[in-house]
Nanobody
Framework: VQLVESGGGLVQPGGSLRLSCAVSGLSFSYNAMSWYRQAPGKERGLVASITSTSDSTYYADSVKGRFTISRDNAKNAVYLQMNSLKPEDTAVYYC???????WGRGTQVTVSS
């Protein structure tokens, strides 16, 4: 399984970013997908998840109402739209398929003025 995250960068507080994750090597349309993040000195934690058919989503309390997870099964891709970004959202963001242990390299998101 290969996961390639992209779309990170430096953004000012209150700004937006859209992360993408390209997935190969598994039956993407049958797998729930998640986004995780890891800030310096902290453990990696779950940010958002989406079912295989997009009929249900989950968000960590810290991002609820600001982040939106989505997917395109035709493109084997999952996305994370991040709005109203805060400095505490600074982290490396990773995507992962439910039931598979693989991780990508992640994409760095830095929120700073």
């Amino acid at each position: 399984v290969q996961l390639v995250e992209s779309g990170g960068g430096l953004v000012q507080p209150g700004g937006s970013l859209r992360l993408s994750c390209a997935v190969s090597g598994l039956s993407f349309s049958y797998n729930a997908m998640s986004w995780y993040r890891q800030a310096p000195g902290k453990e990696r934690g779950l940010v958002a998840s989406i079912t295989s058919t997009s009929d249900s989503t989950y968000y960590a309390d810290s991002v609820k109402g600001r982040f939106t997870i989505s997917r395109d099964n035709a493109k084997n891709a999952v996305y994370l739209q991040m709005n109203s970004l805060k400095p505490e959202d600074t982290a490396v963001y990773y995507c992962r398929a439910l039931g598979d242990p693989s991780w990508g390299r992640g994409t760095q998101v830095t929120v700073s003025s």
